[in-house]
């Protein structure tokens, strides 16, 4: 769990350009500031400022990258609210040896069979796209789409 946090903690700062981190850098030798929690709360402190200043400066291909971002985004919150009301109804009155799987309906149920997982992929490319094809973006979402892929061959889940 902690990891999971931590790495989307951690993601919206490799799309920041590597001018910004030699800016940090030189500000964190004026201030005398070399403490790396210092350093890492104060970076996810600036980070709204950090994004309005990177949408004012954005080229068609980075707004293309966020609105495709927030779509995978959408589609995947509407499909974990649909398997987590799948859950709730089958915490319902039976005992949990006679519970049975349905399989979720509606939204993108309807035309694939993991959409969440889709969506997962679908954000990862709205990075790419935002980061104009950087090589840790890519490197995210190729590990994104091998875990995925990895995910669907393990037959029950196992």
Known sequence: YLFGMSY???VPLSLLPSTWYQQQQQQQQRLSVHHPIQSLVGTV???????CAAVQGATAQQLLGAAVFLLGSILQF???RRLAALSQQRSG??????????????????????????AEV???LGLVLMNKGGLLTILMT???VST??????????E
């Not at 049975?100 to 997982?117: A, D, R």
């Open 148 to 157: 995925v892929e990895t995910t669907r061959r393990q037959p029950n889940g």
């Open 142 to 144: 190729v590990w994104v």
């Open 122 to 124: 679908v954000i990862y």
């Open 78 to 80: 509407d499909a974990h």
């Open 93 to 118: 009155d039976q005992p949990s040896d006679k519970q049975e799987y349905k399989l979720p309906t509606g939204g993108l149920f309807e035309y694939v069979s993991c959409p969440h997982y889709l």
């Open 45 to 51: 402190w600036q980070l709204p400022a950090i994004m």
């Open 8 to 10: 989307y903690l951690m």
